[in-house]
């Protein structure tokens, strides 16, 4: 089945550094969504994009859906980003399963 | 603006206990719904998802089960709750199969 390979497992930044997160899923895939998991467990959706790069905000997600890989860039990080963060591989063919990564605990210190 | 409720927040059951999880979508027709469950410290994992009212696959088995008796409403439920069963469900809708899924707020499930 479908897997998506998340690195690194956690990053410790100091406040105003910079983030980049991989991703990496096993079969082709259209596009990839982004999502931040706070420590509460609610899930709020960054970025979903197709091959390319989108922008927003402080948050740049680069897919390279050739290659079967995809990152989230933060800049200037603050310690409000502190949380995990998911990419997710939508449904393919007839299969309606969105597969996660097992996500990237980022934790922001002053 | 499209809003999803789930409930309860929380629980905490007996093991062998029944259990019904709630989930309602506001403000989007014929919505695409799934839930979802997180073990504490696991990866999400899609359990059931729907297209239509009366129509429900399932993705992963987990001796659970989902109805969805009315355009926004999916149920989520059991007869007899299993030590494993303890974690995080979250329900998620979208426009479309192939959409941008969004997350309800998630309902913790504790099993005693």
């Known amino acids: 089945g479908q897997q998506v390979q998340q690195s690194p497992a956690s990053l410790v930044l100091q406040e105003g550094e910079n983030a980049e997160l991989q991703c990496n899923f096993s079969?082709?895939?259209?596009?990839l969504q982004w999502f931040y998991q706070r420590p509460g467990g609610s899930l709020v959706s960054l970025l979903s994009n197709p091959s390319g790069t989108k922008h927003t905000g402080r948050l740049t997600s680069t897919t390279v859906t050739k290659e079967r890989r995809g990152s989230l860039h933060i800049s200037s990080s603050q310690i409000t980003d502190s949380g995990t963060y998911l990419c997710a591989m939508p449904p393919t063919g007839g299969n309606n399963k969105l597969t996660f990564g097992q996500g990237t605990v980022l934790s922001v210190i002053p | 603006a499209q809003t999803i409720h789930q409930w309860p927040v929380a629980e905490i059951k007996a093991v062998g206990s029944p259990l019904s999880l709630g989930c309602t979508i506001k403000g989007k027709s014929s919505p695409n719904l799934y839930w979802y469950w997180q073990a504490t410290g696991g990866t999400l994992q899609q359990l059931f998802y729907?297209?239509?009212?009366?129509?429900v696959e399932s993705v992963v088995q987990l001796n659970l089960s989902a109805s969805r008796p009315k355009d926004d409403q999916f149920i989520l439920s059991t007869e007899k709750l299993l030590l494993s069963h303890s974690g995080f469900y979250l329900c998620?809708?979208?426009?479309?199969?192939?959409?941008?899924?969004?997350f309800g707020p998630g309902t913790r499930l504790l099993v005693l």
């Open positions: 079969s082709t895939a259209t596009r």
């Open positions: 998620a809708w979208s426009p479309g199969p192939q959409d941008t899924q969004y």
């Open positions: 729907s297209i239509t009212v009366g129509q």
